[in-house]
């Protein structure tokens, strides 16, 4: 299984970029990485995926470095409603290997 | 459209006894997933499966059983529940992936709680 590793937790202010980092090995050149937002109570929620370089839509930035070994989730300025648990996702083994990071909570003051 | 629907919500259980969670969903995703979500430990997979009739052992699938009789349904059995599987369990459905670059689409979760 590939292994993820991530912040525990991130603060920020209404306005700020907010980059949340997900370390992960062992991962083939076209796994993708998907990120998903959860708020209390509730399931996870897709923000976006890839699997090389940059992707961007319209609530982020998911940026993957060559070696693969990392990816950044950008938020860009983020609000009160942004704060919530942020997952990273990796498959691997051709979508048989599932392995979901340990999770950040980001909190959002004014 | 309901998209990913748990029932139930939550349920208490005394160790031994055995449930059954259901999962449906409405979407025609071939690919359906149960996981377990405990505090500072991320969602972590228990089975999964990859269409009618088939399924799949996961992360963590001791103590678990699964059925997919029909696409729209994937439950998850408890047959002798412990205090160790107290946790939030979270059902999971997408289309097709090979490469894991189909979304899932999550329920809300059912909270159990073993006594």
């Known amino acids: 299984l590939a292994k993820t590793t991530q912040p525990i937790s991130m603060d920020s202010y209404e306005g700020q970029e907010v980059n949340i980092t997900c370390s992960h090995n062992?991962?083939?050149?076209?796994?993708?990485i998907t990120w998903y937002q959860q708020f209390p109570s509730q399931g996870p929620r897709f923000i976006i995926q890839g699997y090389k370089t940059k992707v961007t839509n319209e609530v982020a930035s998911l940026f993957i470095p060559a070696d693969r070994k990392s990816s950044t989730l950008s938020l860009p300025r983020v609000s009160l409603s942004d704060t919530a648990v942020y997952y990273c996702?990796?498959?691997?083994?051709?979508?048989?290997?599932?392995?979901f990071g340990t999770g950040t909570q980001l909190k959002v003051e004014l | 459209n309901a998209g990913v629907t748990q029932t139930p919500k939550f349920r208490v259980l005394k160790t031994g006894q055995s449930m059954t969670l259901l999962c449906a969903q409405d979407m025609n995703h071939e690919y359906m997933y149960w996981y377990r979500q405990d505090p500072g430990m991320g969602l972590r997979l228990i089975h999964y499966?990859?269409?009618?009739?088939?399924?799949a052992k996961g992360e963590v699938p001791d103590g678990y059983n699964v059925s997919r009789l029909k696409k729209q349904n994937f439950l998850l059995g408890l047959e002798s529940a412990a205090p160790s599987q107290t946790s939030v369990y979270f059902c999971?459905?997408?289309?097709?992936?090979?490469?894991?670059?189909?979304?899932?689409?999550f329920g809300d979760g059912t909270r159990l709680s073993i006594l």
């Open positions: 062992n991962i083939a050149t076209n796994d993708y």
């Open positions: 996702l990796v498959v691997t083994g051709g979508g048989n290997k599932l392995t």
């Open positions: 499966s990859v269409g009618e009739g088939t399924t």
């Open positions: 999971a459905s997408s289309y097709t992936t090979v490469r894991g670059n189909q979304p899932q689409h």
